[in-house]
């Protein structure tokens, strides 16, 4: 790769490609099986054949990501920390009365000190993984236009309190409601994102899994 990011093929020098995707070293190497590059080749070809199978989650050699143990294990750890930290959250939902068709009081946009009235249209479940974390999609009332909020449940305020409260709830829908209206699978802790958790390439993340999510 040269120095400004580029890879460059140190066969034949043109960029888009490195050596061992270079056509004219292949078409080379065939017409000439004997050469210097054509046993190189072979070489690097046999040690490629010869390097342990090491799995690109754990990091331990003789199986891969598709077989891994650790991962299985992983995926169970993680839905039983978000089983418990949903329920949690789901019990402050309900107190509340956050749930789609709940009426809310929000800034149309952050900036502004005034807010409207919106209509909580829908909750993106996979998302809400904690009291600090729960994500709010909601349509203005007068205005139309929908927002995309994210809520601290965890720290907040009656709406008559010195400060603005975090979330403000105009007309909230019965707790049972609330209840009924969350996903088994997010319950259960088997709906998330899984690319935030076990993205495919990627090391294990230690220190998401063995500690808070």
């Not at 959250?89 to 005034?114: D, Q």
């Not at 975090?166 to 690319?195: F, M, R």
Request: with cysteine; proline share 4%.
């Amino acid at each position: 790769m040269s120095y400004n990011g580029t890879v460059r093929c140190s066969y034949c020098g043109q960029t888009k490609h490195n050596r061992s995707g270079c056509d004219k070293l292949k078409d080379y190497i065939a017409a000439n099986p004997g050469s210097h590059h054509a046993m190189d080749a072979a070489d690097r070809q046999q040690r490629k054949k010869d390097r342990p199978r090491c799995c690109s989650y754990c990091q331990v050699a003789g199986h891969t990501r598709r077989t891994c143990a650790t991962l299985v294990d992983d995926r169970a750890i993680l839905a039983l920390k978000l089983a418990t930290s949903r329920k949690e959250t789901l019990e402050k939902m309900a107190e509340l009365g956050v749930g789609i068709g709940t009426l809310v009081n929000v800034k149309l946009v952050h900036y502004e000190r005034s807010k409207s009235i919106a209509l909580v249209n829908r909750i993106p479940w996979s998302k809400v993984n904690s009291l600090d974390a729960v994500i709010l999609r909601a349509q203005f009332v007068k205005e139309g236009s929908t927002c995309r909020r994210r809520v601290d449940l965890r720290h907040n305020v009656p709406s008559d309190a010195h400060r603005n409260p975090i979330l403000e709830v105009v007309s909230p829908i019965d707790a049972l409601d609330v209840i009924a209206s969350a996903p088994s699978e997010w319950l259960d802790g088997s709906l998330y994102e899984e690319d935030i958790y076990f993205p495919k390439g990627e090391a294990r993340k230690g220190w998401l899994l063995d500690g808070d999510t």
